[in-house]
């Protein structure tokens, strides 16, 4: 066979082409996916799943929709009724969440979803948290993409290379031209869930805050850039997400630090078991040797650490994996597993979670063997924060 194994030399135009090219082959991917959309659109939310959402039945479901509770759409009279996701979040409020709401002297809590290894469903973990969060527990829900590549940001239906400029990135906090970032949050499709973006001017940072640790005050602290930045927000928001690059970057390092609980996806193989190994050295070793900013000479403490699997396949490689990571972990694995579905591979190729399809018209068993195991998660989580906030779990019945 003739193989054309001649080198081929590139140049810095040529890696000016390449990267127009792939940008411009992104929208045209994005705009299909999105399509008949350019925009991502809320789902809606049928009668039977707002009930599910809100742990309530058909009978009392029609004894609410006399009092002040959203009426939905119907095509006829006595036929199912439909919801917007604005109306189910209202439901939500208005049931199961009604005596859970964040205390008015209690601060959002800050999450960062963190690994240095890549392909461990890092930005699909961050998004359904957000969006499980705002549509299960009626939470408002900041989210903040830290990954230079904008995974989390296409997420939401918008280019981070072609329509997110620098300014509306966290980088203006970075270059100290804002004081925090009450300037970046952005309204989202997703009712309850704002976004700050990101673009590839990110990686402008990782020369940044390292040329002030060189120039400005010797007192500088790289690391709390972004906790100080996050201040004024922590009183509005229930939650914010932070979702960082794969990396132990400066941002990544600014992201753990602004946290108050770190959730750490990993894949059961042993290259991402061994990856772990490497994060929590990197991480015991910053957590060491940088102290709390405002708290001389103490230590960063997080309210809790948690080891998500993630991908979980049917193998008995995966298992052995498994077990290592139980044993190594104990308490801090959660007790949730998420399975590697078709499904959910799908979802992920077109810009979209498990939770953009709460009508999903396909195999209900497959559709509830990766939803029911996200939801877990979303109600771990917030279980976590009610017992942070003081708030009881146990909900009290509509009156």
């Not at 045209?28 to 009930?51: C, E, H």
């Not at 499980?132 to 009626?138: C, E, I, N």
Request: proline share 7%; with cysteine; aromatic share 8%.
């Amino acid at each position: 066979m003739d193989l054309n194994l001649k080198p081929l030399t590139v140049s810095g135009e040529d890696l000016t082409a390449l990267a127009e090219r792939s940008g411009r082959m992104l929208q045209k991917i994005r705009d299909s996916m999105l399509q008949p959309f350019p925009r991502k659109q809320p789902p809606t939310f049928s009668s039977g799943k707002v009930q599910d959402i809100c742990g309530i039945d058909k009978t009392r479901m029609n004894y609410l929709l006399t009092r002040d509770f959203p009426q939905g759409q119907q095509a006829a009279k006595g036929r199912h009724r439909l919801f917007t996701l604005e109306d189910t979040i209202k439901w939500v409020k208005g049931t199961i969440a009604k005596d859970k709401q964040r205390p008015a002297d209690q601060l959002g809590k800050v999450i960062a979803v963190a690994n240095f290894k890549g392909g461990v469903t890092k930005t699909t973990t961050s998004m359904i948290l957000a969006q499980g969060l705002s549509v299960r527990h009626g939470r408002k829900v900041l989210i903040i993409d830290l990954d230079p590549q904008g995974s989390t940001t296409t997420f939401f239906g918008i280019n981070p290379h072609a329509e997110v400029e620098a300014d509306q990135t966290i980088l203006p906090l970075i270059e100290s031209t804002q004081p925090d970032l009450t300037y970046a949050p952005m309204q989202t499709y997703w009712t309850g869930v704002d976004l700050i973006p990101s673009s590839t001017d990110l990686f402008n940072a990782e020369f940044i805050l390292p040329s002030k640790v060189n120039s400005e005050d010797p007192g500088f602290e790289f690391w709390s850039v972004l906790q100080k930045g996050l201040a004024p927000l922590l009183p509005i928001y229930d939650y914010v997400i932070i979702d960082s690059a794969p990396t132990l970057s400066y941002l990544t390092i600014n992201a753990l630090f602004a946290a108050d609980s770190i959730l750490v996806p990993v894949v059961p193989d042993t290259l991402s078991f061994a990856s772990m190994v490497q994060f929590w050295s990197l991480f015991s070793d910053l957590v060491s040797g940088l102290k709390v900013t405002g708290q001389e000479g103490k230590q960063k403490v997080f309210d809790y650490i948690d080891i998500l699997i993630t991908r979980m396949p049917l193998k008995s490689s995966a298992q052995m994996v498994r077990d290592w990571i139980m044993k190594t972990y104990g308490d801090h694995v959660l007790p949730v597993e998420i399975p590697e579905t078709s499904l959910a591979m799908t979802t992920s190729a077109e810009f979209a979670t498990i939770y953009d399809m709460p009508n999903y018209q396909g195999s209900a068993n497959a559709y509830q063997r990766i939803c029911e195991p996200y939801d877990r998660l979303v109600d771990i989580v917030d279980s976590k924060s009610c017992l942070l906030w003081g708030i009881g779990l146990t909900p009290t019945k509509e009156k």
